[in-house]
């Protein structure tokens, strides 16, 4: 074998031993994709939830590495991510979900309220946020508020009712 054949094998070789590290799954979350798009660096999908449907879609699970890039953001979650243990590959095959490299990324269940505020009394502003929202915190530029509370439980029950 002339040289120029033995860089040839060696590079056909490195290729080979390569190839399982050049077809992971990638695919990439951004607060501005959509959930409908193909997850790449260039359209990526909006939610982890949609990541992880589009790995199971793949084919690629326990077959290829797989990575889900998230970029910087917060993302808001309106019910819990749910992952199967099929969902985290396997030990020569991982699944991973990370964060862009030296980005920070925020996963809340917390929800952004733009409600129209209005002074009650006494100090006190009040709102409809809509009966869909259930408020259990309520936090106002990074500081928690105390939420109204029950007027005097004392009247809404007669003592009789804890009489058995």
């Given at each position: 074998m002339n040289q120029h054949n033995i860089y040839l094998f060696m590079a056909a070789?490195?290729?080979l031993l390569a190839a399982p590290i050049l077809?992971?799954?990638d695919v990439y979350v951004s607060p501005?994709?959509?959930d409908s798009n193909a997850g790449t660096?260039?359209?990526p999908v909006a939610s982890i939830t949609a990541a992880r449907d589009l790995l199971r879609q793949s084919g690629k699970?326990?077959?290829?590495s797989c990575e889900v890039i998230i970029s910087a953001g917060v993302y808001r979650l309106k019910e819990?991510?749910?992952?199967?243990?099929?969902d985290s590959g396997t030990e020569l095959y991982p699944v991973t979900y990370k964060a862009e490299?030296?980005?920070k990324v925020v996963l809340t269940g917390a929800q952004t309220l733009t409600p129209d505020w209005k002074r009650w009394k006494d100090g006190i502003y009040r709102t409809k946020v809509g009966e869909e929202n259930t408020i259990d915190q309520l936090i106002v530029n990074n500081s928690r508020q105390i939420m109204a509370r029950y007027r005097k439980l004392v009247e809404f029950v007669t003592p009789t009712e804890f009489i058995s």
């Amino acid at each position: 074998m002339n040289q120029h054949n033995i860089y040839l094998f060696m590079a056909a070789t490195a290729m080979l031993l390569a190839a399982p590290i050049l077809q992971a799954r990638d695919v990439y979350v951004s607060p501005h994709g959509v959930d409908s798009n193909a997850g790449t660096k260039a359209h990526p999908v909006a939610s982890i939830t949609a990541a992880r449907d589009l790995l199971r879609q793949s084919g690629k699970l326990g077959v290829e590495s797989c990575e889900v890039i998230i970029s910087a953001g917060v993302y808001r979650l309106k019910e819990p991510i749910t992952f199967t243990p099929a969902d985290s590959g396997t030990e020569l095959y991982p699944v991973t979900y990370k964060a862009e490299e030296g980005l920070k990324v925020v996963l809340t269940g917390a929800q952004t309220l733009t409600p129209d505020w209005k002074r009650w009394k006494d100090g006190i502003y009040r709102t409809k946020v809509g009966e869909e929202n259930t408020i259990d915190q309520l936090i106002v530029n990074n500081s928690r508020q105390i939420m109204a509370r029950y007027r005097k439980l004392v009247e809404f029950v007669t003592p009789t009712e804890f009489i058995s």
